[in-house]
């Protein structure tokens, strides 16, 4: 059985490899010119928001030291990776008040700036929300800066062009979801560049999916479920609904860059309101979503009655033990708004390491973008759930549990097995209860299982 989310697979392994040989070889205390032309950043720096701690303060360093330093040729490739990364993680960094001078200064004066001032600023600043921007493109600049102008620029209108031309499946009524969409509006989730597929998935746990099964895709966010469903289950066809038109465009783009847009439809539309007679679908899928409705159990049932009789469902949920250690950073974050998510990033990240809000927060990949940010723990919305929620969502749902994804990891794996012996197939809710109780962050992805409905 595979997953049904890439939290694990994907690029998230070369990620995590990457920062490691970039700490093991980086001189300290570091210096711009050191890591200038260190290939290995620059390919990370445009893949994925920057993560840990040590990282991103190193880079917000050299970012403010290029922001001051005379123009050069030499620093021209890393300023435009910045560029492109303080983009991709929403100006997540901690900026201080002669940046902030310097910044505003280049802002006002867009139309005069050189290629290397625009780079600076787009460290900082979104170029596409600046009057003028769009002259930029005029200019015929070649080289770095135009990779930024891409970026900033012209991703970001053809983004707003499809968003202004999805197709609606419903109308969002629900206070609920116009809170959430206003949430995933701003800032939406989650940030990815690059979707890396896994192989092919014929089965779950020992039952055959159909071939070529159509798919359905309950809360899609920025497309990469999406895309890794429609990959990695060969569907005949998808259709992948979500509130945020933001990021359903961002979905769309990603799509027709993969080259497999005729496979996938996307619409917006709430949950709450899908009409009954939609699909119905061989595989419904709803990943981190339910769980951010007013009612995640009539949630639920909208999506599972869309799944044909025999279908499979996969479902990921907040499990609350899990997220337990997160609750002094979320008291914090209501000190906080989404204007000011930067500021309550730097609280954390400077706060005793012992504080309780620090560790949980820090050691989250989310943590190391805006948008990933208010998702961990500034959401307008959520709930937390536990195996009497699970037991609960099967039962009204006529569900038959498949499995947990985490299941196939082998150290959830190799512990299950030899605590519950009698459960190889890892398929007792009773025992995994107990188990997550002796191991309580075993779901700290979420839980994530897929199920059957009846035939
Ligand atoms: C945390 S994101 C998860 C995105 C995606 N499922 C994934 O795993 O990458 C939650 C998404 O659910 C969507 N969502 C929440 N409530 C919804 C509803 N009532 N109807 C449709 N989408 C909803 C949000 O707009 C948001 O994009």
Known sequence: MQGFRSGRGGTEPL??????????????????RDVAHDELLAELLQSAPIFP??????????????LFAASSEDFALLKSRIAIQCHLNEYAWAEDATETQLVEVLASSLEDLTPDQVMSLACYR??????????????????????????QILD???????????????????????????????????KWRRAGPGPLQTHVNGHPLPKKPSVFIAGCGTGRQAI????????????AV????????????????????????????????????????????????????????????????????????????YSALA????????????????????EFRQAIIDSAHDDPVRAPAVASRDFYASSGCRDLLMHVQ??????????????????????????????????????????????????????????????RRMYQFWARKAG
């Open 15 to 32: 990620a995590i490899e990457a920062v490691r040989v970039l700490g093991a070889s980086w001189p300290t205390p570091l210096r711009v």
């Open 53 to 66: 701690v040590w990282l991103e303060r190193a880079l917000t360093g050299a970012r403010r030291s290029l």
């Open 126 to 151: 979104p170029l596409a929300r600046l009057p003028g921007a769009d002259a930029l493109l005029e200019k015929g600049w070649t080289g770095p800066v135009r990779s930024v102008l891409q970026e």
């Open 156 to 190: 970001v209108r053809e983004e707003q062009a499809i968003a202004a031309a999805l197709p609606t499946l419903t109308p969002v009524s629900d206070g609920v979801s116009q809170a959430v969409q206003s949430q995933y509006e701003a800032n939406p989730y989650p």
């Open 228 to 239: 890794l469903a429609t990959l990695m289950l060969d569907s005949s066809h998808t259709l």
């Open 242 to 317: 979500d509130l945020s038109r933001a990021s359903l465009a961002y979905a769309v783009r990603k799509t027709r860059e993969l080259g497999i847009s005729d496979r996938i439809t996307y619409a917006q539309a709430d949950i709450m309101e899908l009409p009954a007679d939609l699909g119905p679908f061989d595989v419904v899928q709803s990943t981190g979503v339910l769980h951010h409705m007013d009612d995640p159990f009539e949630g639920a049932r909208k999506v599972c009655r869309l799944a044909k009789p025999g279908g499979f469902v996969a479902i990921g949920l």
């Open 323 to 342: 997220r337990d250690h997160l609750k002094p950073g979320k008291a914090l974050g209501r000190q906080y708004t989404p204007e000011t998510v930067r």
């Open 382 to 443: 959520e709930h937390e759930m536990n195996f009497d929620d699970l037991r609960r969502m099967l039962r009204e749902n006529d569900l038959t549990f498949l499995g947990f994804i985490q299941y196939t990891f082998k150290e959830i794996r190799d512990p299950y097995r030899a605590m519950f012996p009698q459960d190889p197939e890892g398929l007792d809710l009773d025992c995994w209860e107990a188990f997550e109780a002796a191991h309580p962050a075993t779901f």
